[in-house]
């Protein structure tokens, strides 16, 4: 029996540690008896384009539809092609189909598995319309070499920004180099809701009104309507979200301090480990090594009581049945196919306390002794 267990998540014990703030934020949404569009979400709204010093912030309920929502606000679709990297989470190039555009898929960067700037105007074509950069891992992408691509070439940018809410780059800021930030508030982020949520942070007027409209039946006035969806952050979300965003820095840091610990245990061994580049701030939403033994590693940190997982085991062009009729161009992308063939996401989250890093760092350390090739 492994001495100790450790969670791979930690909802409960962040739940916990600020229970009383939630408890009264959900209790207010219950008793005033506004649930969608109400005032929860008007001031969540507001907190959120504050925190991103943005103009406009958009609650919808996911962060895939704040992808496509911004897609079709450029009025990107069929015809049009939309450059990402392929090892990301699905959704990223899931969003491209919904709006009914051709997902190109570029490699990523070896080091911080974020798309490779250089590999990106090889795949522009007079189609192109938009690059998706990916901030996966915590770690935000080269926006400013991307962001003076697209200037050139004029594309749009959108960041998927699901995994890296708190995070910027060395002098500069999500959002400083592209049309809009998408982002996801489902359980497991950074920010997250009991729950789906999402968010499209822009200053873009014409995005913030086309995503205010869609997300509401194509309506911003009762009972006037034009084609729309349905994609609302509901006011319970909204609430708690407006509590857990004062806590973000403070829980990011203490990311930052569990990551730290993790690299300095594990200096030495034959894992390959997450970068930071010079002034980024990483806000490993996963710390993630590599390691060519991944498999057998999973299975024997899982055995010794160690939650791990795989973000992401399976390359977007690598499932099964792709690219499903959808269209789609892959380039050569040996780094990502890399990245998903020996990635392994320890367990990180703020309340995740000293000892069990200590224990997952022992484990790693006497697994590797054993099985790992000396670097
Ligand atoms: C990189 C990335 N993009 C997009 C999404 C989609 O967000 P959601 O699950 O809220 O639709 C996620 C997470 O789920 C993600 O990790």
């Given at each position: 029996?492994p001495?100790?267990?450790?969670?791979?998540?930690g909802?409960?014990?962040?739940?916990?540690?600020?229970?009383?703030?939630?408890?009264d934020?959900?209790?207010?949404?219950?008793?005033?008896?506004?649930?969608?569009?109400?005032?929860?979400?008007?001031?969540?709204?507001?907190?959120?384009?504050?925190?991103?010093?943005?103009?406009?912030?958009i609650?919808?309920?996911?962060?895939?539809?704040?992808?496509?929502?911004?897609?079709?606000?450029?009025?990107?679709?069929?015809?049009?092609?939309?450059?990402?990297?392929?090892?990301?989470?699905?959704?990223?190039?899931?969003?491209?189909?919904?709006?009914?555009?051709?997902?190109?898929?570029?490699?990523?960067?070896?080091?911080?598995?974020?798309?490779?700037?250089?590999?990106i105007?090889?795949?522009?074509?007079?189609?192109?319309?938009?690059?998706?950069?990916?901030?996966?891992?915590?770690?935000?992408?080269?926006m400013?070499?991307?962001?003076?691509?697209?200037?050139?070439?004029?594309?749009?940018?959108?960041?998927?920004?699901?995994?890296?809410?708190?995070?910027?780059?060395?002098?500069?800021?999500?959002?400083?180099?592209?049309?809009?930030?998408?982002?996801?508030?489902i359980?497991?982020?950074?920010?997250?809701?009991?729950?789906?949520?999402?968010?499209?942070?822009?200053n873009?007027?014409?995005?913030?009104?086309?995503?205010?409209?869609?997300?509401?039946?194509?309506?911003?006035?009762?009972?006037?309507?034009?084609?729309?969806?349905?994609?609302?952050?509901?006011?319970?979300?909204?609430?708690?979200?407006?509590v857990?965003?004062?806590?973000?820095?403070k829980?990011?840091?203490?990311?930052?301090?569990?990551?730290?610990r993790?690299?300095?245990?594990?200096?030495?061994?034959?894992?390959?480990?997450?970068?930071?580049?010079?002034?980024?701030?990483?806000?490993?939403?996963?710390?993630?090594?590599?390691?060519?033994?991944?498999?057998?590693?999973?299975?024997?940190?899982?055995?010794a009581?160690?939650?791990?997982?795989?973000?992401?085991?399976i390359?977007?062009?690598?499932?099964?049945?792709?690219?499903?009729?959808?269209?789609?161009?892959?380039?050569?992308?040996?780094?990502?196919?890399?990245?998903?063939?020996?990635?392994?996401?320890?367990?990180?989250?703020?309340?995740l306390?000293?000892?069990?890093?200590?224990?997952?760092?022992?484990?790693?350390?006497?697994?590797?002794?054993?099985?790992?090739?000396?670097?």
């Amino acid at each position: 029996m492994p001495e100790i267990k450790v969670p791979f998540y930690g909802h409960v014990r962040q739940y916990h540690s600020i229970k009383k703030e939630i408890d009264d934020a959900i209790l207010k949404v219950l008793e005033s008896g506004n649930y969608v569009m109400g005032p929860a979400l008007k001031q969540f709204e507001s907190d959120l384009s504050s925190y991103f010093g943005t103009k406009y912030a958009i609650g919808l309920n996911s962060g895939t539809d704040a992808i496509w929502l911004v897609l079709m606000a450029l009025g990107i679709g069929k015809g049009d092609e939309v450059i990402t990297n392929s090892n990301t989470f699905f959704a990223t190039a899931e969003a491209i189909w919904i709006a009914g555009a051709k997902a190109v898929f570029v490699d990523c960067d070896p080091k911080t598995k974020n798309l490779d700037p250089a590999k990106i105007e090889a795949a522009i074509t007079p189609r192109t319309k938009a690059i998706i950069p990916v901030h996966l891992y915590g770690l935000s992408a080269d926006m400013k070499s991307i962001g003076e691509i697209a200037k050139k070439h004029k594309l749009a940018v959108i960041e998927d920004n699901a995994q890296s809410i708190d995070g910027h780059g060395p002098g500069w800021k999500q959002g400083e180099f592209s049309d809009a930030v998408c982002t996801s508030f489902i359980i497991q982020k950074n920010l997250g809701t009991f729950g789906d949520g999402g968010a499209v942070v822009t200053n873009r007027e014409d995005i913030d009104a086309y995503c205010r409209k869609m997300r509401n039946h194509g309506s911003t006035v009762r009972s006037v309507h034009s084609f729309g969806f349905n994609s609302r952050l509901d006011d319970l979300h909204a609430a708690v979200l407006s509590v857990k965003l004062r806590h973000i820095t403070k829980w990011t840091d203490r990311r930052r301090e569990i990551a730290a610990r993790y690299t300095k245990g594990l200096q030495g061994t034959s894992f390959t480990l997450p970068v930071e580049p010079e002034g980024y701030r990483h806000v490993f939403h996963l710390y993630v090594i590599e390691t060519p033994k991944r498999d057998q590693l999973e299975k024997d940190m899982i055995a010794a009581g160690v939650d791990v997982k795989l973000h992401y085991p399976i390359a977007i062009h690598q499932q099964k049945g792709f690219p499903w009729k959808k269209k789609a161009v892959v380039k050569k992308v040996p780094n990502c196919e890399k990245n998903a063939a020996q990635c392994l996401s320890l367990p990180i989250f703020p309340e995740l306390t000293d000892q069990e890093v200590d224990y997952t760092i022992e484990q790693l350390v006497a697994w590797d002794k054993a099985n790992g090739k000396k670097k």
